[in-house]
């Protein structure tokens, strides 16, 4: 990766190189509705708690340059932490080398020569990763974003700011760990979550001080001891450090599609989660690159055999 800086106090980083904001941001929100980000033509809007109260993250793109603003009692942690979150800490030097870069599949190739822009975001937030991420266990995307949205809009808050110097109105703060933690459970299941993952999702935010201290830790040690949370496996963990740590090689084992659209991606034919770390073996340590530009590349995997039902709870 080219070399980049932040220019202080005035909260702009130069990317140094080719940058894509919305295809590095995008992985964060969780679907259409999630109000805590909003990405528009060249600008971002991000409202997240810090460890000194909420704030709201503006960032606008002008070049290569990245002009970030932030309101509310976490302005300066979130201003701090901005470099990481556009990916700064992201190093696609050995993955673009020559050699390295032979040794890809030609879809991936291909879609990193149309793709230089992408960078890997590090949030740092694990508890704004993880409750989503539990949510997103054993059922729809649809139906995971569905209830996260209604959680959000009745627990959440109003990000700092919001309606005013162009932040959204829309715009919202996701519940503390403490407000997550007083939900009643028959608001969980008017919003469609089941016990198994509202219960996962209580025994998490009861360990948040410890979860947020994993960001400080290598990608592949936390995702082990996130783990150690009964309900997190390690298709939660997965996606929970691709957000937080811009995690380059962790895959989502377990996940419904990604294993058969891997499969027929690199072989053209199904496979499951043993096959695809097979065949991303020799790429270890960017496999998620790998994984990224496979999905970049435009490639669909054939539309037939099983499909998951959405179910929906909130009546029952």
Known sequence: ????????????????????????????????????????PGSAWLAFNTPDGPATLGISQRGTELHARAWGPGAAHALAGAPALLGAGDDWS????????????????????????????????????????????????????RGYATLLRKFGSPAPGAGSSGVPAELMVAPTPRQWAKIPSWEWHKAGVGPQRSATVLRAVASASGLERLAALPAAEAARKMQAIPGVGVWTAAE?????????????????????????????????????????????????????MLYLSGFTKPAFGPRMSIQDHRGH
Request: proline letters at 6%; a positive charge; charged letters at 25%.
């Open 94 to 145: 050995h993955f673009d080398s020559p050699d390295f870069h032979a040794t890809l599949p030609r879809l991936a190739r291909e879609a990193r020569r149309r793709h230089p822009a992408v960078r890997l975001p590090a949030t740092g937030r694990v508890v704004d990763s993880l409750v989503p991420a539990i949510l997103e266990q054993k059922v729809t995307s649809l139906e995971a974003h």
């Open 240 to 292: 929970v450090t691709q957000r937080t740590h811009g995690d380059a090689d962790q895959v989502a084992v377990g996940d419904y599609h990604l294993a058969a659209f891997v499969g027929w991606a690199l072989t053209g034919k199904r496979v499951d989660d043993a096959g695809m770390l097979e065949l991303l073996e020799p790429w270890r340590g960017h496999r998620q690159r790998v994984v990224r």
């Open 1 to 40: 990766m080219t070399s980049a800086a932040i220019t202080a106090p005035a909260a702009v980083w130069d990317a140094g190189g080719p940058y894509s904001l919305h295809q590095t941001l995008g992985i964060i929100g969780r679907g259409p509705a999630d109000r805590t980000v909003r990405l528009a």
